[in-house]
């Protein structure tokens, strides 16, 4: 056997026959057009306008996440600069299926060098090109195989209008060769719970009927695997189908000791599926996606509305709900620079909320408005507000004081720079609780941008430097009596969990998805196992060995 490196997505392990995606369409040639640039243009107007109908139809059909991604996708194709520049070649002589091909890819390139977010728009700019090309040509639109059995889907990199309606009785796992964590194919998988390894480059060498085995929790794919190793994977499986089908009982660990397990929202509609899956409240709601759409920050009203949803759905539970958290990933145009070099480094959470208070005044006001709505009609939800990028002792105590003006109980903080990590126990003296960002404060510890699949190797939770720093934060919230939580990616890896108790979060916040698999295994591991597996990975050199390490620790 050998394996392919990538990022895997979740925690599932999958096996099956390899069904490539079909190459894209050949380049057409820039031959100059028989027929009249007028004629060119009507030909391209109906195909891109078929073809953006064609996606918001699949988004409709598809629903949650996936729709967003496709309406976004339709706007994409329909964008007025993008068809400026088509018109530009239609009228120099160009085809119509040239003039698509060559202003979607100076498109593409331009979204490439902004980077980041933007940068892994590019391949959804290169699925819409291609659609509006088959379309043009009157062939089908190359999509996703259908070999007649279940299959391990490999492609370079999967558009969205494929993954919103694959079918998952026939898709086994996913294998891309491009896209990074963040992808929309990475999105769409967490969200659906398909296994998947994306940025696995060497899997353009993978070739249809092979059966591989794909482990995201270990971030290869398995070629060539031998008998016990696709009964190992086998057994993996089915273990973990049934602890999703286990008894939900809220989180702790064998001994009793409590660690709610929460949930991570970004819109109150996922509300509903968090509680069926035993979400015992919300641990971490990202309000940028109230705010991503929109080309300016949502009245006081339209986010009153979305907080009172949110809070009503969770009467009698804790629900942490962050201020907005604008900049470097998550751009808002009316709240961040453009134009800075490193928006990572930059204006961005709670510095780019300090820079436009009035945008964080409204926030606190629909919150408390909201709060007080549901306590109206009810018993209320137990609303804590933090804020998110805190570096500085003062600005916890900023934001502290600002949110007692408005009547908000309980306030804390995000640690997701190692500043705050460092001083939490001066920062825990002026915040009410602390929720540890593992994203960010990985991205930040190691110097490693989350967004970039060339250095996804350095953005590793398990890295000692990070638990390392999780627990100073847990340390000085047990000396102080606060709460730690975490609201990162970490705290849905079963094993990392175990050891971010035993470094001292009290709480645990995750993709309601990864609930179950938590659950069943805090449930292995007394409060003294977890603190030895956590010394154990906290010893260790770096991230692989820190999970060896605590691996070995478990089975001790
Ligand atoms: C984090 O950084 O870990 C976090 C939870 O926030 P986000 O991923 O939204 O930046
Ligand atoms: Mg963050």
Redesign the pocket.
């Known amino acids: 056997m050998s394996t392919i490196p990538g990022v895997g997505i979740g925690l599932g392990v999958a096996q099956g026959p390899v069904a490539r995606m079909a190459a894209p369409l050949p380049a057409p040639a820039n031959d100059p057009s028989p027929l009249s640039a007028q004629d060119e243009t009507a030909r391209v107007r109906e195909a891109v306008h078929a073809v953006a109908r064609e996606l918001e139809e699949r988004g409709a059909l598809a629903g949650g996440a996936a729709r967003d991604v496709l309406e976004a996708q339709a706007m994409m194709a329909e964008d007025p600069s993008l068809e400026s520049e088509v018109d530009t070649r239609l009228a120099a002589g160009a085809t119509a299926e040239w003039a698509v091909h060559d202003a979607f890819a100076s498109f593409r390139d331009t979204l490439t060098a902004v980077g980041g977010y933007l940068g892994e728009r590019a391949a959804d700019l290169d699925d819409v090109a291609q659609r509006v090309i088959a379309r043009l040509r009157g062939e089908p639109a190359p999509g996703v195989p259908d070999p007649g059995h279940p299959f391990v889907l490999v492609a370079t990199d999967l558009a969205p209008a494929d993954t919103a309606l694959l079918d998952l009785d026939q898709v086994l796992a996913l294998i891309t060769s491009e896209g990074g964590p963040t992808s929309h194919t990475a999105i769409l998988a967490r969200e659906k719970g398909i296994v998947a390894i994306v940025g696995a480059a060497e899997a353009a060498r993978l070739a249809d009927d092979e059966t591989v085995i794909v482990d995201a929790a270990a971030g290869v794919v398995v070629t060539e695997p031998t008998e016990e190793e696709l009964q190992r994977a086998h057994n993996r499986a089915d273990a973990r189908a049934n602890a999703a089908s286990a008894p939900i009982t809220p989180g702790a660990l064998a001994d009793g000791t409590a660690v709610p397990l929460l949930a991570n929202l970004g819109k109150p509609d996922g509300a509903a599926e968090a509680v069926e899956l035993g979400a015992e409240g919300v641990g971490?709601f990202?309000t940028e996606f109230l705010f991503l759409s929109s080309t300016n920050a949502p009245t006081v009203a339209q986010q009153r509305e979305s907080y009172r949803q949110l809070l009503a759905a969770f009467r009698g539970k804790k629900v942490v709900v962050r201020a907005l958290?604008a900049g470097a990933d998550k751009p808002l145009a009316f709240l961040n620079d453009a134009h800075e070099e490193n928006p990572a480094l930059g204006l961005r959470g709670l510095r780019a909320l300090r820079a436009n208070e009035d945008i964080l005044r409204e926030q606190l006001t629909a919150l408390a408005e909201a709060d007080a709505d549901v306590r109206a009609g009810g018993e209320a939800a137990d609303l804590w507000v933090m804020a998110p990028m805190v570096s500085t002792v003062e600005e916890t105590s900023y934001f502290v004081t600002l949110a007692r003006e408005y009547g908000i109980k309980t306030a804390g903080v995000m640690v997701?720079v190692p500043s705050s990590a460092l001083l939490a126990d001066r920062v825990l003296r002026e915040a009410d609780f602390a929720s540890i960002?593992?994203?960010?404060l990985t991205q930040y510890t190691l110097a490693a941008d989350r967004l970039l699949g060339s250095v996804a190797s350095f953005q590793d939770p398990w890295h000692p430097a990070v638990l390392s720093l999780i627990r100073t934060t847990g340390r000085a919230g047990a000396d102080l009596g606060k709460p730690v939580g975490i609201?990162?990616e970490a705290a849905a890896d079963p094993l990392l969990a175990v050891v971010l108790v035993g470094l001292g979060a009290t709480s645990l916040s995750m993709a309601p998805s990864a609930l179950a698999d938590v659950r069943a295994t805090l449930l292995q591991y007394g409060l003294d196992d977890a603190r030895r597996i956590a010394e154990a990975a906290l010893a260790a050199n770096d991230a692989a060995s820190a999970r060896i390490a605590a691996r070995e620790a478990a089975t001790a």
């Open positions: 971490l990202r958290d997701e960002g593992t994203n960010d609201c990162g």
